[in-house]
């Protein structure tokens, strides 16, 4: 089992930065995928950003292309979201969540940080 343990949310004004970051803990070696969800209040959880352990290939939904970048520490097990232009609509609980080598879901899943981004 892989352990993950986010932090860096808080609130900010519109247009505004923040980076995350996610630290993972345990079984890292059967890391496959480390993806970034959020779950706005009323809404179903969303995907948002993913890396490949390796760090080669990344992914993001449309509306957070160009705005938000994914990234890993290779001298550490932490994968950061640096989000920058962000919007109310940004608003959210971030959590992150590992997807293992051959699985095709996430299974892990950390406790979430909370985003506040003010109009």
């Known amino acids: 089992q892989v352990q993950l343990v986010e932090s860096g949310g808080g609130l900010v004004q519109a247009g505004g930065s923040l980076r995350l970051s996610c630290a993972a803990e345990g079984s890292t070696f059967n890391i496959y995928r480390l993806g970034w969800f959020r779950q706005a209040p009323g809404k179903e959880r969303e995907f948002v950003a993913a890396?490949?352990?390796?760090?080669?290939?990344?992914y993001y939904a449309d509306d957070v292309k160009g705005r938000f970048t994914i990234s890993r520490d290779n001298a550490e097990t932490t994968v950061y979201l640096q989000m920058n232009s962000l919007k109310p609509e940004d608003t959210a609980v971030y959590y992150c969540a590992v997807r293992k080598i051959s699985r095709n879901e996430y299974d892990d899943w950390g406790q979430g940080t909370q985003v506040t981004v003010s109009s």
């Open positions: 890396i490949s352990w390796g760090g080669s290939s990344t």
